[in-house]
């Protein structure tokens, strides 16, 4: 089974502090993903990774940056977090051009106060 | 832009109902449509996924079918359990598995 791995299932950080979501598969895939899911919002594409330190901006990037120095881990980066940034993270994989399942992380619930 | 929409936005069945959940979307340029499950404060499990060029897909009690020229799935789940509630979300790959959601359907069958 393919396995995406969110080191961090809950986070409290304080406002202005760095905070790094990580995240593992096991699959081999080329896509990786971040997105954020919000009451009222759904869930938002934040960042995509198509290959090894290629990445593409989504619906809300802003305050984010991603970083994928191998094909297996892709990392969420707040560079300054923000009470706007409390949110549920989703970190999802996939194989190929398009027409493949995507696999999704538990997710990571972060708190910004 | 893409704009995925779902209805009803909660439903309530009793244990052993058939039931359909509908997904609708403003584009038809998609590569393919994901129905997923989402158990409360977990991550999405994907159900079933239908190809632009497919009608439907089914997995066991689910069928999820597709017409990509008026822009519209249903999700059918045939006699429904109570270990079908959760939230039901459709999304729409535009390309490279970016994923646009609805805002889902939570579903709850009591006994």
């Known amino acids: 089974d393919v396995k995406v791995t969110q080191s961090s299932r809950y986070l409290v950080k304080r406002t202005g502090e760095k905070v790094f979501l990580e995240c593992v598969q096991d699959m081999d895939h080329e896509n990786m993903f971040w997105y954020r899911q919000d009451p009222g919002l759904g869930l938002r594409l934040i960042y995509f990774s198509y290959d090894v330190k290629m990445k593409e901006k989504g619906d809300i990037p802003e305050g984010y940056s991603v970083s994928r120095e191998k094909k297996e881990r892709f990392s969420l980066i707040l560079e300054s977090a923000s009470t706007n940034q409390t949110s549920m993270y989703l970190c999802?994989?996939?194989?190929?051009?398009?027409?493949?399942?995507?696999?999704f992380g538990e997710g990571s619930w972060l708190t910004v106060v | 832009k893409q704009e995925v929409t779902q209805i009803p936005a909660a439903l309530s069945v009793p244990e052993g109902e058939n039931l359909v959940l509908n997904c609708s979307f403003t584009d038809s340029a998609i590569y393919n449509l994901q129905w997923f499950r989402q158990d409360p404060g977990k991550g999405l499990t994907s159900l079933l996924l239908i190809q632009s060029s497919q009608r439907e897909q089914t997995s066991g009690r689910l069928n999820a079918s597709l017409d990509k020229s008026s822009g519209r799935s249903t999700l059918y789940i045939a006699a429904s359990q109570p270990g079908d509630s959760a939230t039901y979300l459709c999304a729409v790959d535009t390309s490279y598995g970016k994923l646009t959601f609805g805002q889902g359907t939570i579903l709850t069958v009591h006994p």
């Open positions: 999802a994989s996939s194989f190929g051009y398009s027409g493949n399942t995507i696999y």
